[in-house]
């Protein structure tokens, strides 16, 4: 008899159903033979603005640079209707910094919090640390999940930890990262992906991966959770958003998700509200791709900051 | 700010145009002749008749161009230059024709965009499944029966083939390039030359293929591709120098052929209708099933005689997935055949359309429950929306009869003996798809479904390397594959 809690991930995944990876892989292929031209490109390529959670996750993090990448998000080019981001994206030691950079723009701050990546903390570190980042003024919460509780089958516990910080959260947004990768099979992220859901408040995200193991969100494990939020809404009434995050870094790679999200959920999810996008690479190339759709011509290279440590 | 109410307590998901794509018409040009001659024995001819057939695009119901009808003397010049071109053609080395084989394959990709924009224009069929299906498997054909050719000895182990002659071939209008491949390649393969007769409406690639044989440098003679309507065709499968006589098309047609062959010892592969079911199970990957479903009945309009017309569902998880199905239809772009994101093109032709027609009425009159996406149609040209019929029994002619076209018929089972039972009560046994999670039951029904293929958690794959045909009135013989090729050739 296989013990107790492994006969209890199983059953999730039963009660989920279950995924089939040729196919899905399949699936997600063709969202990129959509052909996008003109004032579709246009539309698509400044929604991919507005729903960027702009990132800087590094340990040579400063106040400076967190400022810098503050103004980038409220004005990212100079050139007047390219929207906002959606947000700035920051560790929680580096929130009050972020939040005297913005004031009372409509930018919001996220704030990864949890022990990010790993998660592995006690759970009142963790609480601890959610808490002083809604103290200091984040409106969001990027949370990881106990993958190693998952995998071990004690998905209560799972659960229950995200509920917890859930309250922790208070009024701030939370976004559940699955990091899927280390998850590794689509059934176990689908099932992770209800597990998170059945304790999410409407208009809470989950997410892919932290953007720190070898592979982040793909298209595929993308429409894993988008099929995950189309049933359990049909289910429930609750829309749950939704945020690739990681290795999305070409504004072509950024419209085939948005092609996903339109063919999956709708209308209703193209918004900031519902979708995101972590990252920061990919700021420049939508803003290059919306320059060239305005002007006719690629700009240099060195028109725009390459690297995200140069905002 | 994150709230604990549902905001949209209907449950109902919005697919509307807030973000509309905008039009993305193919612009390569498909070099499409105003007239087309017949191709005999190296050069494009007149026909003796001096009739031409206007050739329609379904796209807009416009005339694209002329097609020459043949006469049964000109069937008999195309025979006599194939019959010449034999001897030569079947001595030369294996690696001689392969070479030739290979030439083809590489011109076919080279101008695989011009090739699939006069395919989308001719057949109705949209841009995206003649640029990412019809032409890389025509060229791949070519590539593989190419390989074929230097190493025939060894198709056959302890005996050695010899070509058979000169050999007719008809072929329908649902993949006019890509059924010309299956058909060619292996009989070239083989050292056969050959006299080819393509469909009526669609025989625009086929003449912009010969001219593509031209610049291949084929010697004149090995291939003829001879045009014109039934009267043509029924000339061709009864020529009396035709040692071998391959169809694919409706099984009326094909019963006629082998009556009319029958005691002239010639030899005769038939690859004809189909009314495949499609089996979900209650543990299938649910919307992977549903995409598979969608591909299996609405790839290339349904005209597909390995179509998945009849979905066979487990009653348990009926609802769910005709819940799943419905929605996923509402953002299937139906429309102009031309434009990069059409997934649903035009009916091949208005006499295909009026078919379809009917048949969805005798499903309404027998009292099925029909379901259509709410897709605007063009006002030009001949189309027709994905359709539904759920609450289908067996007895219905919808359950039966080939319809051919966007139409799915779906029928409910319990156990899997009862999936197989419902899955074999038909006349046909062209090919047959499995959805489940377990895979030993793959093993066992794929053993117990009476079809030619049998995809499991997945539909509609196709590849040289594997054999295609069917059952009982779906026809007989191989296409792909070692059996395919050994089709045209005699072991000595």
Redesign the interface.
Known sequence: MPPRSTASLRALILEAGPVDQVGIEERVQKYATRSIKKNSKVFALKLAVSMLDLTTLEGKDTPGKVASLCRKAQRPHHTPDIPHTAAVCVYSALVRHARRALGKSPVRIASVATAFPSGQTPLATRLAEVRAAVADGADEIDMVINRGAFLAGEIALVQDEIAAVREACGQATLKVILETSELETYDNIRAASFLAMRVLRNGDFIKTSTGKTSSNATLANNQVMLDAIRDHFLATGIEIAMKPAGGIRTAKQALTFLVAVKETLGDAWLTPARYRFGASALLNDLLRQLEKERTGHYQAPYSFSEASGSY | ???????????E????????????PESASPHIAPRYDLFINGKFTPPRSKKYLASISPRDASKLSEIAIANAADVDAAYKAAAAAFPKWSALPGAERGKYLFRIARLLQDRAREFAVAETLDGGKPI?ESR?FDLPMAAAHFFHHAGWADKLAYAAPGRSLAPLGVVGQVIPWNFPLLMLAWKLAPALACGNTVVLKPAETTSITAMKFAALLGEAGLPPGVVNIITGGGDTGHAVVTHPTAAKVAFTGSTAVGKAIQRALAGTGKRLTLELGGKAANIVFE???????V??IVNAIFFNQGHVCCAGSRLLVQESIADDVL?KLKLRMR?LRVGDPLD??TDVGAINSMAQLERIRALVQSGLDEGAELYQCPASLPSKGFYFPPTLFSNVTMSQRIAREEIFGPVLSILTFRTPDEAVEKANNTDYGLSAGVWT?KGSRILKLSSELRAGVVWA??YNKFDPTSPFGGYKHSGFGREGGRQGLLEYAQLV
Request: charged share 35%; glycine share 4%; hydrophobic share 35%.
């Open positions: 700010m994150a709230s604990k109410k549902p905001a949209n307590p209907a449950r998901l919005l697919f509307g145009d807030l973000w509309e794509f905008d039009p993305a995206r990412d543990d299938a990957p649910l919307d992977q099933a995409e598979g819940r953002h990069k994101n999670d958690n997945t």
